[in-house]
Structure formats: C-alpha cells, structure tokens
C-alpha cells in the first residue's frame, strides 16, 4: 500500500494514474491551477479520500477523487461537483486533511461561501 505523506504525493499519484483518455485534465495539471482541496468522506457509494481541483487554463475545472479501497490500494473517479458538506478537515490538524486552505473550505463547508 502507498502512503502518502503530503498533497504532493497524492497529486503525483493521480497525474500517473490518469487514464490516457483524459489527456486534458493532465495538461491542466501543468499548465492550469492545483489546489488541493483534503480530506472527504460520506460521499455517496465511495469511500473516503482526498480530492483535488485542477482548472485549465481556459478555466474548465474538474474535481477529482481519490478513494480508498478495500484491497489496500487507491480508485481515482473524476466528479461533477464538490459537497461540502463530506469535507473532513475540519477535524484533524493533518494538513493532508485540511487541504490548501482550511479557513475557507469551512466556511463552504458550514453554507456562508
């Protein structure tokens, strides 16, 4: 099993575990904006995770998941939109967690963003 020890390794590991038929959301990794958003769970039908939001630079963005599995192992799903209210960050310290910026993403997370 892979552990991850900061946003750079789960970035990492999905750029290489891209499908080929997403070439664009790999040239978005190089060319748009990164953020890593931390720590989610109760998403319908996965298991818990990271996510991390890539924007083009033509300002197209794509949300994209890493999931746990069962077998030790990770599943990456690309996803339509973010619920907030699956962030997890706000309880722990971990900046794997908490993402890029905690203070904002609870205020999403509590409905005042």
């Not at 748009?32 to 300002?59: A, C, Q, R, Y």
């Amino acid at each position: 099993m892979i552990h991850f020890q900061n946003r750079n390794d789960i970035i990492k590991w999905a750029i290489a575990n891209l499908p080929k038929s997403f070439r664009t959301i790999a040239r978005s990794f190089e060319e748009g904006i990164v953020e890593f958003l931390g720590g989610f769970k109760d998403i319908p039908l996965l298991n818990p995770g990271w996510m991390i939001s890539v924007t083009s630079k033509h300002g197209h963005t794509r949300y994209l998941f890493i999931s746990t599995c069962g077998n030790n192992d990770y599943r990456l799903f690309v996803l339509r939109e973010i619920d907030w209210d699956c962030w997890d960050g706000d309880k722990s310290n971990n900046k794997l967690y908490q993402g890029d910026n905690p203070d904002i993403y609870k205020k999403l997370k509590a409905g005042k963003e």
